[in-house]
């Protein structure tokens, strides 16, 4: 089957960093997203995978490993703003279809 | 650049009576997305337009459950009649092309629907 799995709840101190683990199982891969969602609001893009390795974008960073179908979203010198879910989701074939993990939790604290 | 317009954002009706949720994508992109999120759930796809055509609508109840883009804009999506599984936020999302290297899904502010 098709699987994407993520902590459901983490909780971080203002200033600090936390790093999402996503790790999927899909028929395909041609991409990995993360998406921010704070409550009550829409899914917003942050950041895209689909080759190996880190991608960074300011204080945020996502890590792609295909053979592990693992990926990671970092995010460093949290605020609290940043207290939201985190998606991943995978994009497993041409057509652009998205399955989404269950989300992550972020609680930031002061 | 105006993003990914919904309505209406909330509604609440009684089980078994019907309901339509309207979409209006970014301007310029072909493909649009129809979700449904479970609270505590992510997202999943009820059904995928390219222009006016369909391209994947495999976990759509269409018992229930009709979506249409005519003119391959803005698009609909009704539930009839809704049954009290049916409550969740549908979101909308579009893009410019599908499945492309870095093409991106951009979403709507959704529709919370609740079935009492």
């Known amino acids: 089957g098709q699987n994407i799995d993520q902590p459901t709840e983490m909780t971080a101190t203002e200033g600090a960093i936390v790093q999402i683990n996503c790790t999927y199982q899909?028929?395909?891969?041609?991409?990995l997203f993360w998406y921010q969602q704070h409550a009550g609001e829409a899914p917003t893009f942050l950041s895209y995978?689909?080759?190996?390795g880190l991608e960074e974008k300011g204080r945020f960073s996502s890590f792609l490993s295909r053979s592990k179908g693992y990926s990671y979203l970092l995010l460093k010198e949290l605020q609290m703003k940043d207290s939201a879910s985190y998606l991943c989701?995978?994009?497993?074939?041409?057509?652009?279809?998205?399955?989404f993990g269950a989300g992550t939790q972020v609680v930031v604290t002061p | 650049e105006a993003g990914v317009a919904q309505s209406p954002r909330y509604k609440i009706i009684e089980k078994r009576q019907s309901v339509a949720f309207w979409c209006n994508p970014i301007?310029?992109?072909?493909?649009l997305y129809w979700y449904q999120q479970i609270l505590g759930q992510g997202p999943k796809l009820l059904i995928q337009?390219?222009?006016?055509?369909?391209?994947?609508d495999s976990q759509l109840p269409k018992d229930r459950f009709s979506a249409e883009r005519l003119k391959g804009v803005d698009s609909t999506l009704k539930i009839q009649p809704a049954k009290l599984e049916d409550s969740a936020v549908y979101l909308c999302a579009s893009s410019l092309s599908r499945g492309g290297r870095t093409d991106t899904q951009y979403f709507g502010p959704g529709t919370r629907l609740t079935v009492l």
């Open positions: 995978n689909v080759l190996d």
């Open positions: 337009f390219q222009n006016n055509g369909v391209v994947d």
């Open positions: 899909t028929s395909g891969f041609n991409g």
């Open positions: 301007s310029g992109h072909a493909t």
């Open positions: 989701a995978v994009r497993s074939d041409s057509w652009g279809k998205l399955q």
